[in-house]
């Protein structure tokens, strides 16, 4: 504890979150300090739990956290009944679905893409960007014209049910774009390979109802998600313009760099945000894992549930928030 930073101390309790049904998960007690903990990986909302199986199946049969955190996020870009992610999403204003991703690996490489419409899985054109171009960000029409240069196709992405929802919002809402605490539950994915690397990838629809053109954190490298193979990797859910005013992910991983615990790091990450910006309508979730397979969540409010899959067990845990 001696190399931390005093604020830390004073924010710290040292407790995740509750296991849903089950007893207190203490993400700091003593055996978190072994290999024992990885791999692990870990996802935003109850759609992670099925993102997570996927991931930790590539893990367990010896693949990299890489391509593990990209097929995890794709089970949730393909649900239709995800409204926050990919095909099903909840669209903007005018009716379009727009989606944001992106993705790094454990050498610092990333790709993402930005309001892209109708590409079923962004995550694969980030990696794409990530893989294939000299560049980290792609956006509309040009990240579109890229995907289908790539082998990807144009497919309707608003669904009936989407569509209906949106035609019901248009009636009570009268076209002005809302921010509460319950129209973005974006899927990031944190995780760490048998040989110790980390990957995240981050994608999401945004904000229902936002503004068309609106772009918010999950495809800005530092904010919807980061990764540091020295150190660890953090990744947020929530209201998008206050994790993108305070850079969140990479504040996360930056606080574990100077000893913070994962735990203590999403603490501090919300604790800045709600300094000077009005919570008090909007949710925001952070996750964090470090090098050594711990892991911390904490959220503005109540609700934010996240999926740990970790010695051979997935569950649900409820994070511990600021406003209670
Ligand atoms: N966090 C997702 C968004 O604000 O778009």
């Given at each position: 504890?001696?190399?931390r ?30 290999m024992?903990n ?37 089970v949730s870009e ?6 926050s ?32 419409q ?8 980030a ?6 171009t ?32 949106w ?13 509460n ?26 904000l229902?109802?936002k503004?068309?053109g609106?772009?918010?954190d ?8 980061f990764v ?50 009005n919570?008090?309508?909007m949710?925001?979730?952070?996750l ?11 959220a ?6 996240y ?14 928030a600021?406003?209670?």
């Amino acid at each position: 504890m001696s190399n931390r930073r005093s604020f830390i101390k004073k924010t710290s309790i040292g407790i995740a979150g509750t296991i849903i049904g089950s007893s207190l998960y203490s993400c700091n007690n003593k055996n978190n300090n072994s290999m024992s903990n990885i791999p692990i990986v870990i996802s935003t909302w109850k759609h992670g739990f099925d993102a997570n199986e996927k991931a930790y199946e590539i893990i367990n049969n010896g693949g990299q956290a890489i391509d593990a955190v990209e097929e995890g996020v794709k089970v949730s870009e393909a649900d239709p009944n995800c409204h926050s992610v990919g095909y099903g999403g909840w669209p903007d204003r005018d009716g379009n679905v727009t989606l944001d991703a992106c993705i790094m690996d454990h050498t610092g490489n990333c790709g993402s893409v930005s309001f892209l419409q109708n590409i079923k899985h962004p995550i694969s054109v980030a990696r794409k960007v990530m893989d294939n171009t000299p560049h980290v960000m792609l956006s509309g029409e040009g990240a579109l014209q890229f995907a289908l240069k790539n082998g990807f196709h144009k497919e309707d992405l608003l669904t009936d049910k989407a569509r209906k929802r949106w035609e019901e919002w248009l009636k009570d809402e009268k076209y002005q774009p809302i921010i509460n605490i319950e129209n973005h539950d974006t899927i990031g994915l944190l995780a760490i390979d048998k040989k110790g690397d980390i990957a995240g990838a981050c994608t999401t629809s945004g904000l229902a109802w936002k503004m068309h053109g609106r772009v918010g954190d999950s495809p800005i490298i530092g904010a919807g998600m980061f990764v540091d193979n020295e150190i660890g990797g953090g990744c947020a859910t929530g209201v998008g313009e206050a994790v993108m005013k305070t850079i969140g992910s990479f504040l996360i991983v930056e606080l574990m760099r100077q000893g913070a615990t994962p735990q203590e790091a999403c603490e501090e990450g919300i604790a800045r945000i709600v300094k000077n910006q009005n919570y008090k309508e909007m949710q925001i979730g952070y996750l964090a894992i470090n090098k050594k397979g711990e892991h911390g969540a904490y959220a503005v409010h109540n609700g934010f549930d996240y999926a740990l899959y970790q010695n051979g067990t997935n569950q649900m845990i409820n994070a511990q928030a600021f406003a209670k």
